[in-house]
């Protein structure tokens, strides 16, 4: 079955796109599914969109005159890369479109909603494949946090993995998946990319939004007082499984924090003290789980500055790229949603609750048809083992 998993994620700064033909055969001890990355492909917004897409961010007020244009805009970009996508890997039997996340309500350790944007209408009615959307909702009501969903692919890729290991995605947000057999568990730590892009955007230090491979990190000096008050933060104390956004970090709540702190740092000592923020609160958690093998993805291991603090704080782990596993570093998270779609389609859950804290897991998503009428594979009695990614 061929899926096309697409999203834009937390640095909402344009759309991933995965293509995977997956295969479930039979492996030593159970069920083995195959997955072959037939395309990858990343697909900026529009600056213009982008920019409007920031402006209505938490925590802006918005319109929900606003909300519907974007819905339309984003909607219209998702079906644009989806169409490019099928142009270059051929047709797709199901796309799942994970959308633009523009709000995760949270109260304290609880999550009560989220809002993914971009009308899965646009895809269907350019592509003509069954669109699958709306994934994270089904696991909120479930009592979890709808997030982080990469563990069902975490879980799957890592499992065999003798001694535990850790899943590591530094997005606009870091999260964290620790697997140890059949044991697992997730949550989003904090910030990876947010605060600085937040900090790069507003002062005009690069026009493309992030600091390109650490280089303004690498030319400051990390400001100890305003870290500790970065430290300080009690979303960190939280127990796990907890989940968290751009709703709690942006601009503002950096502006904050270096008022309180009293220093007014440099915009490099500044860009500097945020990166070291995500290493600090990476290691420790790291540290804590207690595993000897980090695989990281997304974003942010780009960032030299990042990834040689990790190696350097945890120096028993072993750091390295999910590259090695067969997913990309850039397009994991497109890849994950692709293997969303596989098991939705087949009747599976898409969530592990020991990631989400959900009561069960569920299976994920609400369908929009395509051209032709749906048909869904026969379903099947229980989920793979494990996973195979091949390019």
Not at 95 to 111: L, M, N
Not at 300 to 323: E, F, K, Q, T, W
């Amino acid at each position: 079955m061929r899926v096309l998993g697409m999203i834009s994620g937390t640095s909402h700064d344009g759309i991933d796109v995965a293509v995977v033909d997956f295969d479930l055969g039979s492996g030593d001890g159970g069920d083995v599914l195959t997955g072959r990355v037939l395309h990858t492909a990343s697909t900026p917004y529009p600056d213009e969109l982008r920019a409007r897409l920031v402006a209505a961010l938490p925590p802006a007020p918005v319109t929900l005159a606003e909300v519907c244009v974007l819905d339309t805009l984003i909607g219209q970009c998702f079906a644009e890369a989806a169409e490019a996508a099928v142009e270059q890997a051929g047709p797709v039997d199901l796309i799942v479109s994970h959308g633009q996340t523009v709000f995760h309500w949270v109260e304290g350790t609880h999550a009560r909603g989220t809002l993914q944007i971009g009308q899965p209408a646009w895809i269907a009615e350019r592509t003509g494949a069954p669109v699958l959307s709306d994934v994270r909702i089904r696991d909120i009501t479930a009592g979890g946090h709808g997030a982080p969903l990469v563990s069902v692919l975490d879980g799957l890729l890592l499992g065999g993995h003798e001694g535990g290991a850790a899943a590591l995605n530094l997005g606009g947000i870091s999260n964290m998946t620790v697997v140890r057999g059949a044991s697992l568990s997730a949550y989003d730590i904090g910030p990876a990319n947010a605060l600085v892009d937040a900090v790069v955007s507003a002062r005009g230090l690069n026009p493309r939004g992030y600091d390109e491979d650490g280089r303004i990190a690498a030319s400051g000096q990390v400001d100890e007082r305003l870290l500790a008050v970065l430290l300080d933060e009690p979303y960190y104390g939280l127990p796990a499984p907890k989940s968290t956004g751009k709703e709690l970090f942006h601009l503002a709540y950096v502006e904050e924090a270096v008022a309180r702190a009293g220093t007014g740092p440099s915009d490099a000592d500044l860009v500097a003290t945020l990166t070291e923020l995500t290493v600090r609160t990476v290691a420790r958690d790291v540290a804590a789980a207690g595993v000897d093998v980090l695989v990281a993805s997304g974003g942010g291991c780009r960032n030299p500055v990042i990834m040689d603090g990790l190696r350097a704080a945890l120096p028993g782990v072993r750091v390295s790229l999910s590259d090695e596993l067969g997913a990309p570093a850039d397009d994991k998270e497109a890849i994950a949603f692709a293997l969303i779609g596989w098991l939705t389609a087949h009747g599976l859950p898409g969530t592990a609750p020991g990631g989400t804290g959900a009561r069960a897991a569920r299976v994920l998503g609400t369908l929009t048809p395509g051209a032709d009428p749906l048909v869904l594979p026969a379903p099947l009695p229980a989920p793979p083992r494990s996973l195979v990614l091949r390019r």
